[in-house]
């Protein structure tokens, strides 16, 4: 039986106008799929300025209007790469570093470790991360700033066996403000029922029509490897 804090997904989303950059991780209720989401929202120009676009391994961000980005630094990255048959998702470059440390056999807290929230001045967005191993079992994480003079991080991180209809969602804002909050708690459980192609039109339809940028989600075959990745952006290549 379920625990009472079960949350729907679309009320949350609808709560909350600037959640930032989000990562969902769960299991399809019948079991034989897992479902990642990653989205990203931005309230400046440079950051509304992007879409996602599939690579080898995944996906990364691309500006749609290359004429208009003027600071690349934090918003141009890798956010879903696979290696060994693992599946990271990051909102920054640290998608990198866990890939790396990956390769050489440790693991991605080592990685983490290396790593702190993110140098933008006033909010120090928090970082978010996650990764999907083979079996369907999962892990969430978020490097948060911790003192007033910002030198030092708070570091978290979360291990999920996995349970049919149930995910996890992890954002990096509270909700919207100035400077903007970070994310608070646990990642939330949320209701996984629908379909993978339903369940990504609810994120989008959702997100906040004005801040909202791009979706990606991705559905893997837990018998098989096989993936379905639907991808929607505001601005289309």
Same mark, same amino acid.
């Given at each position: 039986?379920?625990?009472?804090? @079960?949350?729907?997904?679309?009320?949350?989303?609808?709560?909350?106008?600037?959640?930032?950059?989000?990562?969902?991780?769960?299991?399809?209720?019948?079991?034989?799929?897992?479902?990642?989401?990653?989205?990203?929202?931005?309230?400046?120009?440079?950051?509304?300025?992007?879409?996602?676009?599939?690579?080898?391994?995944?996906?990364?961000?691309?500006?749609?209007?290359?004429?208009?980005?003027?600071?690349?630094?934090?918003?141009?990255?890798?956010? @879903?790469?696979?290696?060994?048959?693992?599946?990271?998702?990051?909102?920054?470059?640290?998608?990198?570093?866990?890939?790396?440390?990956?390769?050489?056999?440790?693991?991605?807290?080592?990685?983490?470790?290396?790593?702190?929230?993110?140098?933008?001045?006033?909010?120090?967005?928090? &970082?978010?991360?996650? @990764?999907?191993?083979?079996?369907?079992?999962?892990?969430?994480?978020?490097?948060?700033?911790?003192?007033?003079? &910002?030198?030092?991080?708070?570091?978290?991180?979360?291990?999920?066996?996995?349970?049919?209809?149930?995910?996890?969602?992890?954002?990096?804002?509270?909700?919207?403000?100035?400077?903007?909050?970070?994310? #608070?708690?646990?990642?939330?459980?949320? #209701?996984?029922?629908?379909?993978?192609?339903?369940?990504?039109? #609810?994120?989008?339809?959702?997100?906040?029509?004005?801040?909202?940028?791009?979706?990606? @989600?991705?559905?893997?075959?837990?018998?098989?490897?096989?993936?379905?990745?639907?991808?929607?952006?505001?601005?289309?290549?």
């Amino acid at each position: 039986m379920f625990s009472n804090f @079960v949350y729907q997904i679309e009320e949350e989303l609808q709560s909350n106008a600037y959640p930032g950059r989000g990562i969902i991780f769960g299991r399809t209720p019948d079991n034989k799929k897992n479902i990642i989401a990653y989205f990203i929202m931005g309230r400046s120009e440079n950051s509304r300025n992007r879409v996602f676009v599939e690579t080898e391994d995944g996906i990364r961000t691309e500006a749609f209007d290359p004429s208009k980005m003027t600071d690349p630094s934090l918003i141009i990255y890798h956010p @879903v790469r696979v290696v060994g048959g693992k599946t990271i998702v990051t909102n920054g470059d640290q998608t990198d570093t866990i890939r790396d440390y990956l390769l050489e056999g440790k693991s991605y807290i080592d990685a983490l470790r290396t790593r702190q929230f993110e140098p933008d001045a006033p909010n120090y967005t928090s &970082r978010i991360s996650g @990764v999907v191993n083979e079996d369907g079992s999962y892990s969430l994480s978020i490097l948060k700033n911790f003192t007033s003079d &910002r030198t030092a991080n708070k570091r978290f991180f979360y291990e999920y066996d996995p349970v049919a209809s149930l995910g996890h969602f992890i954002h990096t804002y509270m909700c919207d403000g100035d400077p903007v909050p970070p994310f #608070r708690g646990e990642p939330k459980c949320i #209701r996984m029922e629908y379909p993978m192609p339903e369940f990504a039109a #609810r994120l989008w339809e959702n997100l906040n029509e004005q801040n909202k940028v791009s979706l990606f @989600v991705r559905s893997i075959d837990l018998a098989t490897g096989e993936t379905e990745t639907i991808i929607y952006n505001k601005h289309q290549k």
